[in-house]
């Protein structure tokens, strides 16, 4: 079965710009256990031991759009090729 290519990418854009919103609000909120939780999810970095730096507007916006734009691509992408190998 065919995936609808622009679907699937605007899916991925909400998803992917969703996540991003969470880990903003996260990092907000307790910018500890955000780092905490990212040293765990690449192993033998601790992320704690960075300097950190207040939330900026501008750019924890850039950040959000260049990810939901990046997200959107990976879908397409990803829905593109799907097609061409499935058939």
């Given at each position: 079965m065919k995936k609808d290519i622009n679907a699937t990418a605007n899916a991925l854009?909400?998803?992917?710009?969703?996540?991003?919103l969470i880990c903003v609000v996260w990092?907000?909120?307790?910018?500890?256990?955000?780092?905490?939780?990212l040293s765990s999810w690449f192993h033998g970095l601790d992320f704690r031991a960075l300097p950190t730096?207040?939330?900026e507007l501008g750019s924890w916006l850039w950040?959000?759009?260049?990810?939901?734009?990046?997200?959107?691509?990976?879908?397409y992408f990803f829905a593109y090729f799907y097609n061409k190998f499935i058939k």
């Open positions: 854009a909400v998803v992917g710009g969703g996540a991003y990092v907000y909120f307790s910018m500890s256990s955000y780092m905490g939780v730096k207040q939330l950040g959000f759009i260049t990810f939901t734009a990046f997200s959107w691509l990976a879908g």
